[in-house]
């Protein structure tokens, strides 16, 4: 009875293992994927927010015309457009939290790997492996599958507080 039991708690720690291996390697592609997005809008940023600041200094002849138009007033409606720009790429990084999102992925990996890393141990050191040992370690693997659910929710809630036009109460 006793052997039956270690061989089905064994296997079951040993299928947990794969699903925590699968869960650490969607997190870790997908923590990359929010750290080059958040990147790639800072970087956006940063130029829309230097082409407006030279575009606005440019000084022109104001007698100047460009195909009938005259060039200080395509000079600032080019600035206007790109100020629309940079404010709806700030939105966006403000609405899609990729920096937070990309953190809250690598977190989850790291409380993967130590849970991954225990059952591992617990595998190699236990020769009479348990139903309670399978439970307990299934137990910490949705404890923290939990908090990363909490940690997305407060994110979201954060996000629509940020972005919300209505007064806080």
């Not at 990309?102 to 977190?107: D, R």
């Not at 050191?125 to 370690?137: A, G, L, P, R, V």
Request: glycine share 2%.
């Amino acid at each position: 009875m006793e052997q039956n039991e270690h061989l089905e708690s064994s296997t079951k720690l040993k299928y947990l293992a794969e699903i925590i291996k699968a869960d650490m390697n969607g997190s870790k592609a997908a923590g990359t994927d929010f750290r080059h997005w958040a990147k790639w809008l800072k970087i956006t940023t940063i130029v829309l927010s230097a082409l407006i600041t030279i575009i606005l200094g440019l000084t022109f002849n104001s007698e100047a015309e460009l195909n009938g138009v005259p060039v200080v007033n395509l000079v600032k409606n080019i600035a206007v457009i790109l100020s629309a720009l940079l404010t709806a790429v700030n939105t966006w990084d403000a609405f899609a939290n990729y920096q937070i999102r990309s953190t809250q992925e690598f977190s989850i990996i790291q409380k993967l790997s130590l849970l991954y890393k225990d059952i591992s141990l617990h595998l190699i050191q236990k020769e009479n492996c348990k139903i309670t040992d399978f439970e307990s370690f299934k137990s910490r693997y949705d404890v923290i599958h939990e908090e990363y659910s909490q940690e997305r929710n407060t994110s979201k809630d954060e996000g629509k507080k940020e972005n919300s036009t209505e007064p806080s109460t």
